[in-house]
Each structure stands twice: as structure tokens, then as C-alpha cells.
């Protein structure tokens, strides 16, 4: 385990990461996390606990940890060894890029009308793939190709919000 000023970070968390995340901890920046396999450089499509401001937990080992907002005193551990990507959501600014980093490709489309027969108001998908790969993954689904498109945007990172 790595220190950096009081803060505990795995051993794997590049020297980049660890020195973005106590910037932001310290100017109390919110940001937008992208984690994933840093062998491959693929980005996992997560869209859950990846916003907020950074703190770190109490105990012996103070780990960093995502805070949701100003009022939160608490927040999950971060995988700080996973992370790929970090984008400031204030003014989008790019902080850190994994030199491998592969966000893979979305596409929305209409499924077909068997594919979702017992919920009929889901007009849209959303897919996801990487590039080196063939095989499309449906990720999420939709009421309307507007709600579809502001997810994509976020899981890209120009949105900073749904």
C-alpha cells in the first residue's frame, strides 16, 4: 500500500491517479470516474458511483472514497487501481488517461417487438462493444431515443449527468 499525504492507495495506482485524486480531494473538485481493466485499457460501462467528490475513509487506512455530495459524510471505497479515465465534470477538463484507454463504441437502436413483450414502452436500446470485439452487449433500454442519448453521453463522459 502507497501513502500520499495520509491517504492509503493500492500498490497498483499509478503515481498520475494517486496525485489527481489528492488535488481533488484537497480543492474539493467533483469528478467523473472511468474504471477498468488496466491490462486491456477497457473501460467497464458503469454508471452507478462514479460522480462525486473525493474523501477518504477513517481508520487506520484512509482510503480514498467517492462522496455524492457536499453533505455526504460517507462513500464506498474507490478502486483507485482501476481507474482509466478522470474528467473533472465542472468544466469537462480530461485530469488522467490510462494510455491504453479503450471506452468502447455505443449504438442505440429499436429493438425488435419479441424482444422485450412484457414491458412494450421500452422503444430504444442502448449496445455497447469494444472495438477488437465482435459481440454487442445490450446495456440499457429506454422509453425515448432523447433519455437513450443522454445516456450514451454520459457513459462517454460529455455528459455529466443522465
Known sequence: ???VRGTSYHDDT???VTRVLEQARL???RLR???GDRETGRVWPEEHDVIGRIGRS????KVPILL???RSTGGGAILDHCILRIVRTRDKRELYKHPECNMGIFRTDQPSETMFPEAPDLKVRVCHKYESSEEWNNVANFTTWKKA???TSFM????MCH
Open 156 to 159: 462517454v463522459g460529455k455528459r
Open 58 to 61: 477513517w481508520g487506520p487506512a
Open 68 to 70: 455524492h455530495n457536499r
Open 149 to 151: 442519448d443522454h445516456y
Open 33 to 35: 470516474l472511468f474504471l
Open 14 to 16: 499509478a503515481s498520475d
Open 27 to 29: 480543492n474539493k473538485w
Open 1 to 3: 500500500m502507497q501513502v
